[in-house]
Structure formats: structure tokens, C-alpha cells
């Protein structure tokens, strides 16, 4: 019986009601009352799935008053959640502790040993056990974001330790997420790349280790050639900034090395079509085929160029697939033609074929060159003209001085190449024969028959 069954009244008939509605039909009402307990009491501890007997044993030990119902609903059991209250445990306190699989004895020796509070549950999802987060902690790393980096890296705590107390941080996400080791990553970084997060993504820099990775070079190894493509750098430089140029003008100097971080930037660039194409990776590749595509690496080596020869052809825009009929364009009126010329007749998109009938007919490029440049025209167009008769590489002066094409007015007049040019063989302009035509003269012979009887078509 209770020590306190004196002072409890008898429950009535609404009290026991409410015992089975919080606790359920199992439990007995009369037995918690024969005990001497209220009802409120009562529905408190038998909650925790208790037995009066039991609750009596709790009470005679000391704890007067059940524990709070969350610990139950976080899993712990009664006899331990009444410990962690005696303990000095708050319900958070103990919580964290029975997360990590700890009883109330094992955290006051914890407590003890200098360690007042859980480690963090961030510790347990990075699949860590407590006995491996206890390592951490004892070197000093309490929060997980202060280790986390390092378990990432699989460090352990006491190289972590070593190298913080060193100054030093954990590799950048951009190495792991790219899947490189520890060892390789801290290598990249001590051999001073640097990751684009802190550069502009834009900017492929040749300190960036990704440019060099994605070419298949170890750290070590794209150091050395990094060294090498800078002393290749500085030898073509020093030709164009003699020393004494140096030494004098410093704006000289400054864009030197201004060119010579371009030129540089460049080359990374190339290391991956250098790669792509076949070539062989080294400093004087690097140099030699920067800014070209393993495209246009190949096409130039197919052709027997030199990079040098291919570069103008670069500049304008010359596809790789274009660049052997390029060559061959330009090649035509050594002279004459230049890289601009050859530019136009692509650019209007010349064939082999269209540029094999062009030298068959004996037709000057240039001045086809210049026709399209000055009327815009395509090369469809002068085939067609020239399959009608027309002299397509003819020039001649307009009424203002103007240099222009002899097909440029025709193809204004909107007249199909045979009609224009059986009025052109007799000796019309295009704007005469626009005016015939309006007329209603469609055959140049009347025409000429009608101008000689002094008949002039009405405008």
C-alpha cells in the first residue's frame, strides 16, 4: 500500500472512466486505487506500461514523480529514463545520449571524463560509431563542421589535427567531386593550381588543375610542363621585348607579362586538343598549336601547313573542313589572291566542284571575290550567271564612278540570266531594257527596230 493511500479518496464511477479512456481497458482502475494512488496520479505513470507494485518500488527509491512522457516516446525505457533524472539529465540531454546508444551510467562517466554533452547526431549520419567520433573529439574537432571536410577525405583525426595546428584546409569540393584522392588532391595545391572557384569560370587560367587533369597529367607532371611552357613563353617573348626594352619602359615590361599570362591561358586551352588529335603533349606543341581545335590541327598537318600558315585562316573563321579548298582558292592567283579574297569565296559558299568549273572557264577569283563582296552575292549565284554566257568576273565603273560588277544592275532588273544576257549582247542596259520591257517589247531585235525608226518606249 502506499504511503500516501491515507490521503486518497475514493475514485468515482467518472474518474475510473477517464483512467481507461488515457490508459486503456487492460489496465485495472481498482488496482491503481487498492494501491492508494489518485486518478491523475494514476493515469501518469501507468502510461509508462507500469505496474502500481512497481510504481511503489520507484517511490520507496526516491522518485516521487513519474518521469516526463517523452522520454518514452523517444524510446527509452522507464527504469532508465528514471535515471537519467537522477542523474541530472534534462529530457534533450538524455535523448541525445540514448541516440548515440549511451545509458545513463556509461554518459556520467563520459560527463566525468570532461565530455558534459552528446557528441553531434551529425557525427552518427556520416556513419561514424561513437567510439570513431570519440577520436575526433578528443583531438579537438567538438563540431562537426570543423571535421567534416576531413572525414569526407577519410583523414584521420590525428593527421586532421596535424594539419590544422599546420595552418592548413582540406582539400576543395571541386577535387572530390572530380573523384581525386587525398594524396593527389593536396598535391595539385601544393604545386600551387588552384581550383575555379576562385577564378572566373570563365577564364581558363593555366594555374587551373582541371585543364591539366582533364589531359590526362598527373600533378607532377603538368608542373613541369607548366615550367616549360613558360620558358618556351619567355624565349618568343624576349624577341619581341628585347632586355634593354625592358629595363627601360616599364609599360614594356607590363604587357609582356600581361601577353605572357594570354599566351599562357592559351596554351592550357590546346592541352586537351592536343590530346583529342594525337599530338604530342609538350611545351613547344603547346606553343605551336595554340588556339587550334584538334579539328583544325589535323586538317593543317592533312594540308602540309605550317600552324602559322593555318592561323589567318583561323582569324576568319575558316572551318576545318574548309581549310584544304582554302588553300587551294588562295593558291589559284598566288599574286592576286590573298587570305580575304579566299574568306569571301567560302564564305559565299564555294564547293571543290564550283571552284574546279570557275578555273575551267578561265574566270579571275579576285574579281568574282570582289563581285561578291560588293552585291553580296552567293556563289550560286554567279554559276548561274555564268552558265548563261555572262563574263562573271567582269568589273566596270557605274554612272558615279563606282566600281561595281557587270552582273550587279542585271540581277537588280529581277531578269533571269539568258533573258539579260540576250539583251546585254545587244547592246542594251539593264535600265534600257527594263523600259522596253514595261512597253511590252520582249524581243531586243524589235527594239533595236523601233530605236532605229526613232520609236522610243513610253515611260
Excluded at 581558363?204 to 608542373?223: I, M
Excluded at 579574297?341 to 566542284?353: D, M, P, V
Aim: proline letters at 4%; glycine letters at 6%.
Amino acid at each position: 500500500m502506499n504511503k500516501h493511500s491515507k490521503n486518497i479518496s475514493p475514485w468515482a464511477d467518472y474518474e475510473k472512466q477517464w483512467f481507461v479512456d488515457e490508459c486503456g481497458v487492460s489496465k485495472d482502475p481498482d488496482e491503481w486505487e487498492a494501491h492508494g494512488f489518485s486518478s491523475s496520479e494514476a493515469i501518469e505513470w501507468a502510461v509508462w506500461d507500469v505496474e502500481p507494485g512497481d510504481v511503489n518500488r520507484y517511490r520507496k527509491s526516491g522518485t516521487l514523480n513519474p518521469p516526463d512522457s517523452l522520454y518514452l516516446y523517444n524510446g527509452i525505457a522507464i527504469e532508465d529514463a528514471i535515471q537519467w533524472v537522477k542523474e541530472g539529465f534534462d529530457l534533450f540531454e538524455a535523448v541525445c545520449w540514448h541516440l548515440w546508444k549511451v545509458d545513463p551510467k556509461t554518459a556520467v562517466q563520459h560527463r566525468k571524463n570532461g565530455l558534459f554533452e552528446a557528441p553531434d547526431e551529425q557525427f552518427r549520419d556520416a556513419g561514424l560509431n561513437l567510439e570513431e567520433t570519440l577520436k575526433w573529439i578528443a583531438e579537438g574537432f567538438e563540431d562537426f563542421d570543423d571535421a567534416m571536410d576531413w572525414i569526407k577525405w577519410k583523414v584521420s583525426p590525428k593527421n586532421a589535427k596535424k594539419y590544422t595546428d599546420a595552418g592548413e584546409y582540406s582539400p576543395d569540393d571541386e577535387f572530390y567531386e572530380a573523384g581525386l584522392s587525398f594524396a593527389d588532391a593536396i598535391k595539385w595545391c601544393e604545386l600551387g593550381f588552384e581550383v575555379s572557384k576562385y577564378e572566373d569560370p570563365l577564364d581558363e587560367d593555366e594555374n587551373y588543375w582541371k585543364n591539366w587533369h582533364d589531359a590526362g597529367f598527373k600533378p607532377n607532371q603538368a608542373a613541369v610542363l607548366r615550367t616549360e611552357l613558360f620558358e618556351v613563353i619567355e624565349k618568343q617573348l624576349d624577341e619581341l621585348y628585347p632586355r634593354q626594352t625592358r629595363i627601360r619602359h616599364w609599360t614594356a615590361k607590363n604587357s609582356k607579362e600581361s601577353e605572357l599570362s594570354d599566351i599562357a591561358s592559351e596554351c592550357v586551352s590546346t592541352l586537351t586538343q592536343l590530346a583529342a588529335s594525337g599530338m604530342t603533349i609538350d611545351a613547344e606543341n603547346l606553343v605551336k598549336w595554340r588556339g587550334f581545335s584538334a579539328e583544325m590541327i589535323t586538317a593543317t598537318v592533312d594540308n602540309g601547313l605550317e600552324p602559322d600558315d593555318a592561323e589567318l585562316a583561323l582569324e576568319l573563321k575558316i572551318e576545318p573542313n574548309q581549310l584544304e579548298l582554302y588553300e587551294k582558292v588562295k593558291a589559284v592567283e598566288d599574286i592576286f589572291m590573298d587570305s580575304n579574297y579566299a574568306k569571301y569565296l567560302l564564305n559565299a559558299g564555294i564547293t571543290e566542284k564550283q571552284f574546279q568549273y570557275l578555273l575551267s572557264k578561265g574566270f579571275r577569283l579576285t574579281r568574282i571575290a570582289d563581285a561578291i563582296k560588293i552585291h553580296s552575292l552567293t556563289i550560286n549565284t554567279i554559276i548561274k550567271w555564268a552558265k548563261a554566257g555572262w563574263p562573271v568576273d567582269v568589273l566596270e565603273k557605274d554612272k558615279n564612278g563606282y566600281q561595281q560588277s557587270v552582273l550587279g544592275p542585271w540581277i537588280e532588273s529581277k531578269l533571269d540570266p539568258k533573258t539579260a544576257y540576250l539583251w546585254k549582247t545587244n547592246n542594251f542596259t539593264a535600265e534600257a531594257t527594263e523600259k522596253w520591257i514595261k512597253a511590252g517589247v520582249t524581243d531586243p531585235e524589235i527594239a533595236n527596230r523601233r530605236k532605229v525608226a526613232g520609236i522610243e518606249p513610253k515611260s
